[in-house]
């Protein structure tokens, strides 16, 4: 059974300080990371997508990949009281396109 | 461009009922995937079609099945309702499959009394 592990939180950081999610998966052939934010009662969505070793920014959002160490990070900048969500981490299985989502974990960002 | 549509939203059913679930994909998307979520084991993956076909089935039951149409929609019906079926249900879809890029409708909250 392919793993995606996540701690569940809550994370609580303060308005405008930098908010780290981490993620760790057991599938050594695993090889694109996708991040999702889920707001309370709403579906999932695709916020970040890395294929590769190293760091991917989008905006205020930095993708961070560790292939060697099995790892794949989320870190929002300068976070907004509207960035409190649950983070989902999904990774495909090497032999699969099909993600496995991690349990999330639950961001409060407090003004 | 509409996202992907998920009908019913809400439903109540009780247990030995059987229910369906409909999803319109976003237009040109033509990969559906279920998928289901608990609070108790977060979102599992149900089945995925292309094309009108099963590509992929996840680790569930017989009592869950889907079939896909030839403009993309697809439906998933859960038969013999049991109270562990209380979830939402939720609908993604991606434009050719083959990725982890999926876009989600709101989903169906089912409630099995």
């Known amino acids: 059974q392919k793993e995606v592990e996540q701690n569940s939180g809550p994370l609580s950081v303060p308005e405008g300080a930098i908010a780290s999610l981490n993620c760790t998966y057991s599938d050594r052939g695993s090889q694109s990371f996708f991040w999702y934010r889920q707001y309370s009662g709403k579906s999932p969505e695709l916020i970040m997508s890395i294929y590769s070793n190293g760091d991917k920014e989008d905006g205020r959002f930095t993708a961070q990949l560790n292939k060697a160490s099995q790892y794949v990070s989320l870190l929002i900048r300068d976070s907004q009281p509207s960035d409190s969500a649950t983070y989902l981490c999904a990774v495909p299985s090497g032999g699969s396109y099909i993600p496995t989502f991690g349990r999330g974990t639950s961001l409060i960002v407090h003004p | 461009k509409a996202g992907v549509t998920q009908t019913p939203r809400y439903l109540i059913k009780t247990r030995g009922q059987q229910v369906t679930l409909s999803c319109s994909p976003i237009s040109g998307h033509r990969s559906v995937s279920w998928y289901q979520q608990t609070p108790g084991q977060g979102l599992q993956f149900l089945f995925e079609?292309?094309?009108?076909?099963?590509?992929n089935k996840g680790n569930f039951p017989g009592r869950f099945s889907g079939r896909q149409f030839s403009n993309s929609r697809s439906e998933m019906n859960v038969s013999t309702l049991e109270l562990g079926d209380s979830a939402l249900y939720l609908c993604a879809s991606s434009l050719k499959g083959h990725t982890g890029e999926l876009f989600f409708g709101e989903g169906s909250r089912l409630t099995v009394l």
């Open positions: 079609y292309f094309s009108e076909t099963q590509r």
